[in-house]
Structures are given as structure tokens and as C-alpha cells.
């Protein structure tokens, strides 16, 4: 008991409280506020119109009314590509080739280009659907109009020329939402970093203070000095996904209630995780970049930029050992999907095998310290 009021009165008193509560809120306002735009409407587009022709006109017509794009210029002599793109005054680059009315009235097959700046790719995905979109919908109302000239009715007409029709919905996302993937891993990969930093700092800072011994005699209370840190780094999140959705509208559909359980279940795993890499330290100011370990591989393989299956099979078992991988299975679970916390009793399971884990490990390297201790001691005897 006196342990955790030690450590609920030095992280109350230290830095730790400013940096946890103040970061990921800082964050969660930048980026929520910058990404507030969750696709990108009315990218400029080029037009090489060479047929210069009333249909060309209305088909560069068609293209400008989409919502995800913007004819901003249109030439009527053959340009190159490069010469259009290098300065990224465009996206993308449509070509109408010479003859194209010509072509429709004879029934024959129009080619038109589409050229793509795919060096950005995150900015061209919209382009393509619209351009898509654009062309189906051309291409069905001349084929639905020449059956309608043979006599056939509008339905008739419509089922000869696309019998099978889709209707695509995306769910849980549907405006592909940069919140609730890149600003939210943003978000807890700062927090990971500041709670590993501080509690990868308890054993070297009681080492300092000359308390390791006195502290190794009661290894529950050691235990649990973690757990300051991770209440603190959980009501934090909480303050900073309040925020992601009050500023920059983040969809959650669960229960907030049902999802503290898991999130406080992270938060302790990433605080044994931090207190296991920085115990050997020998002294706190030793400890930060040991705590690199934790946190770029939670950046890079955790799913905050992509997906994890895209990983080959290797990389994605270390990154199922990664606590925020898991994390992102609730956010995406509970908070997007709106599931019920039943339906992840084996997720929470890997959470408390986690810290099983990091326990058994916190337990070997106390059973060290006595060991060295011990070692120290009948040195000192012998010396004496």
C-alpha cells in the first residue's frame, strides 16, 4: 500500500501528468482539425481533348461535374504526359482521341486514356472510382439508348445492356475517414511512448534513490507501481478519442463503458512491457532509448499506416506480440463496429497472457536483483 501511494505521489508530482494528458490531446486537436477532410473532392484534372467535338465537349462536361474531380484545363493538341504532371499542377491527365464522336455514331469502340500521378497514392483513389463511375454510366446510357431505337422498352433496354447490376455499400467508414486509422495511431503511439518512458523509469529511479533493496522485499507492491501510469495513460486516451470525436468527428458506435475494460488492459500491458525493458537501467535518464524497441515497431507493424495481413507471415506474428495491434482490434471492433465486448473474450484473453508474460519476466529479474544482491553482500562480508 505504501508503495502505490509513493508512486501515485511521484507521478502526480512529476512530469508525466503534463505529458500524457497534455500530448495526446495536442495531437488529437492537430490532427483532428487537419484531416477534418476525410477524401479529396475536386482534384484538378487535365483534358487532351484532340477531337475538339460537341460529344468530346460533353463528355469533358461529364468529367467536371464529378464531385471528385476538376477540369482545370483542357488542350486540344497532344500533349506529353510528363511535361503535364512533372509540377503536380494535376493529378491525373485525361486524353480524347481524334475521331471520338465520330466513333460513337459508327458503334465502334472509344478509347480514352486516363493517365494517374500514382506517386501519392492515397490522393488517387477517389480519381479512379469517379473516372469509373463516369465511364460505366456513359457507356450503359448509349447501349440502353441504341435498344431503345430497336423498339424495346426502358427495363428491356436497361437488362440486355447490364443484366447484373451492383450495389456497393461501405461500412464502418464509408468516407474512408484519415480519424479513425492514421490521427487515432497517431494518437496512442504518443501515448505508448510517454508511459513506456515512465514506467521503463521506476526501477532505475528507485535504484537511484538507493529503495530498490527495501522495494524487492515486498514484490507485489513493485508490482504494482505500474498501475499509477496506466490509470493516467487510460483516462488520457479516453480524453484524446473524446476529442477526436467532438473536433474531428470520430465515429464511435460501441460502448465506451464496455471499451475502458480492454483499454485499461493495454494500458497496463504496455506499462509492465516498459518496466521489464528499462529495469537493468542505471539510471532513468538511460531508459528512453530503450524504449525505441516499444515504440517503432508499434509504429510501423501495429496496423496505424496499413493493414497488418499485408505484412508477409513472419512479420505478422512479431506484430500480433505487439500490445497495439490488439488495441487497434478493439478500436476498430468496439468503437467503429459497435460489437459487443462478449464477442472478444480471446482478444482480452491475449491481453491478460500479456501480462502474464511480462510478470513471470518481471519476477525473473527481481529474483536477479537478490541474486546480485546477495553476490554484493558476501563480497562485502569476505572484504570485512
Known amino acids: 500500500m505504501r508503495s502505490q501511494l509513493d508512486e501515485w505521489r511521484f507521478a502526480l508530482t512529476s512530469k508525466f501528468i503534463p505529458a500524457i494528458l497534455i500530448a495526446p490531446l495536442l495531437v488529437a486537436a492537430l490532427f483532428g482539425y487537419m484531416f477534418q477532410n476525410s477524401q479529396i473532392n475536386e482534384a484538378p484534372i487535365a483534358v ?3 477531337d475538339n467535338s460537341i460529344y468530346s465537349r460533353q463528355f469533358t462536361e461529364k468529367v467536371n461535374a464529378s464531385q471528385y ?5 483542357v488542350f486540344y493538341q497532344a500533349v506529353q504526359p510528363d511535361t503535364l504532371l512533372a509540377n503536380e499542377k494535376y493529378i491525373a491527365v485525361i486524353y480524347l482521341p481524334r475521331g471520338m464522336e465520330q466513333l460513337r455514331y459508327q ?10 500521378d500514382n506517386t501519392m497514392p492515397s490522393a488517387v483513389g477517389n480519381i479512379r472510382n469517379g473516372i469509373q463511375e463516369l465511364i460505366t454510366i456513359e457507356n450503359l446510357s448509349l447501349s440502353v439508348g441504341k435498344l431503345k431505337v430497336m423498339g424495346l422498352s426502358d427495363e428491356s433496354a436497361a437488362g440486355i445492356a447490364a443484366p447484373i447490376s451492383m450495389q456497393q455499400r461501405l461500412l464502418y467508414n464509408p468516407t474512408s475517414d484519415f480519424i479513425g486509422f492514421m490521427v487515432i495511431g497517431f494518437v496512442n503511439v504518443v501515448a505508448l511512448g510517454i508511459t513506456a518512458i515512465a514506467t521503463a523509469s521506476i526501477v532505475p529511479r528507485l535504484r537511484v534513490e538507493g529503495t530498490l533493496a527495501q522495494a524487492l522485499k515486498r514484490p507485489l507492491g513493485l508490482w504494482l507501481r505500474v498501475v499509477p501510469y496506466a490509470v493516467i495513460t487510460c483516462i488520457s ?3 484524446a478519442f473524446g476529442m477526436l470525436k467532438q473536433l474531428g468527428g470520430l465515429r464511435f458506435a460501441g460502448s465506451a463503458t464496455a471499451f475502458v475494460i480492454p483499454l485499461l488492459l493495454y494500458t497496463l500491458t504496455i506499462s509492465y512491457m516498459g518496466m521489464l525493458v528499462g529495469w537493468s537501467a542505471s539510471e532513468p535518464s538511460k531508459v528512453a532509448l530503450r524504449t525505441y524497441a516499444i515504440v517503432y515497431p508499434s509504429f510501423m507493424l501495429s496496423g496505424v499506416q496499413v493493414a497488418t495481413i499485408i505484412f508477409p507471415y513472419p512479420i505478422q506474428v512479431i506484430s500480433h506480440m505487439l500490445p497495439l ?3 487497434f482490434k478493439f478500436i476498430r471492433g468496439i468503437g467503429y463496429r ?4 462478449s464477442y472478444f473474450t480471446a ?3 491475449v491481453f491478460v497472457l500479456m501480462i502474464g508474460i511480462l510478470s513471470l519476466g518481471i519476477g525473473l529479474m527481481i529474483m536477479w ?4 544482491m546477495n553476490v554484493k553482500t558476501g563480497m562485502e562480508e569476505i572484504a570485512a
Open 369 to 372: 536483483e537478490h541474486r546480485k
Open 347 to 349: 482478444e482480452i484473453g
Open 107 to 116: 458503334g465502334k469502340q472509344v478509347n480514352v486514356g486516363v493517365l494517374i
Open 237 to 239: 486516451l479516453l480524453l
Open 69 to 73: 474531380m476538376n477540369v482545370t484545363d
Open 325 to 327: 495491434t490488439w488495441l
Open 338 to 341: 459497435g460489437g459487443s465486448l
Open 48 to 50: 487532351v481533348d484532340e
